[in-house]
């Protein structure tokens, strides 16, 4: 890892949070929709190094994208391409400005592991959606390897059983090529490590979002068929891509 690349980085992402802010409160005075929040994310993906490269149409409204998950980087290449919003662990929103940073991308914030506010999650979700946003889900709930896709918890499945009208669920592939096992977070990695050691990187590396036909969850009624439907349609697109 090189530290001056690192520094540099740091500046850049500095140097475009600032004015990206500023534009994004006058939009927002003049309760216009903001751009600056999916512009500011692809950016930080170029800085860091990601080339964005979209394979298939990825729909812009009244849709839940569901993706595996490699690492934080997953999160600028999918909202620079695509403008889409998240749905997050809810410790991220006490994070200091990380979770401020979310809430401007309109972050919906869960806590998996509280099985007693599953329905109060659910229902933000599908607010969310009703509102006709595009919204992103990573049901592994963890990054891994990068190359094994883990199963998918499927509790969140139930905003879209039975789906708000006119919502799609679309299937997205993230795949990093060559640089997969390096990009890659693994739970043995600390956040604020993996964070430096992508920043000090050398080089640039591919980003390739496979959007997969999107389908009408309807037809695949409960949300463990649809936590199946969507895996297996994700990891077969590994192994014919």
């Given at each position: 890892?090189?530290v001056?690349?690192l520094a540099?980085r740091?500046?850049?992402l500095?140097?475009?949070?600032a004015?990206?802010?500023?534009?994004?409160?006058?939009w927002r005075?003049?309760?216009?929709?903001?751009?600056?929040?999916?512009?500011?994310?692809?950016?930080v993906?170029?800085?860091v190094?990601?080339r964005v490269?979209?394979?298939g149409?990825?729909?812009?409204r009244?849709?839940?994208f569901?993706a595996?998950h490699?690492?934080w980087?997953?999160?600028?290449v999918?909202?620079?391409?695509?403008?889409t919003?998240f749905?997050?662990?809810g410790?991220l929103?006490?994070?200091p400005?990380?979770?401020?940073?979310?809430?401007?991308n309109?972050?919906v914030?869960v806590?998996?592991?509280?099985r007693?506010?599953?329905?109060e999650?659910?229902?933000?979700?599908?607010e969310?959606?009703?509102?006709?946003?595009a919204?992103t889900l990573?049901?592994?709930?963890?990054?891994?390897?990068g190359v094994?896709?883990l199963p998918?918890?499927?509790?969140?499945?139930?905003?879209?059983d039975p789906?708000?009208?006119?919502?799609?669920?679309?299937?997205?592939?993230?795949d990093?090529?060559?640089?997969?096992t390096?990009?890659?977070?693994?739970d043995?990695?600390?956040?604020a490590?993996?964070v430096?050691?992508l920043?000090g990187?050398?080089?640039?590396?591919?980003?390739t979002l496979?959007?997969?036909?999107?389908f009408d969850p309807?037809q695949f009624p409960?949300?463990k068929?649809?936590a199946?439907?969507t895996?297996?349609?994700?990891a077969?697109a590994a192994v014919t891509?």
């Open positions: 890892m090189s001056a690349r540099l740091a500046v850049a500095a140097a475009i949070f004015p990206a802010l500023v534009l994004h409160g006058l005075l003049a309760r216009a929709r903001s751009p600056w929040p999916r512009l500011f994310l692809g950016a993906g170029r800085i190094g990601a490269r979209v394979v149409t990825p729909l812009r009244d849709v839940i569901v595996n490699v690492s980087t997953d999160i600028p999918l909202a620079g391409a695509t403008g919003a749905v997050g662990k410790e929103a006490a994070t400005l990380v979770g401020w940073l979310c809430s401007l309109r972050t914030f806590r998996r592991e509280d007693l506010r599953v329905g999650q659910v229902g933000a979700v599908r969310a959606l009703a509102a006709g946003w919204l990573f049901p592994e709930g963890t990054t891994g390897d094994t896709l998918f918890k499927s509790a969140l499945f139930a905003a879209v789906p708000p009208p006119g919502t799609l669920v679309q299937p997205v592939r993230i990093y090529g060559p640089a997969t390096d990009i890659a977070w693994s043995e990695e600390p956040g490590a993996h430096r050691r920043l990187r050398r080089g640039r590396f591919p980003a496979f959007f997969l036909d999107p309807a409960g949300r068929a649809l199946a439907e895996r297996a349609r994700i077969n891509r």
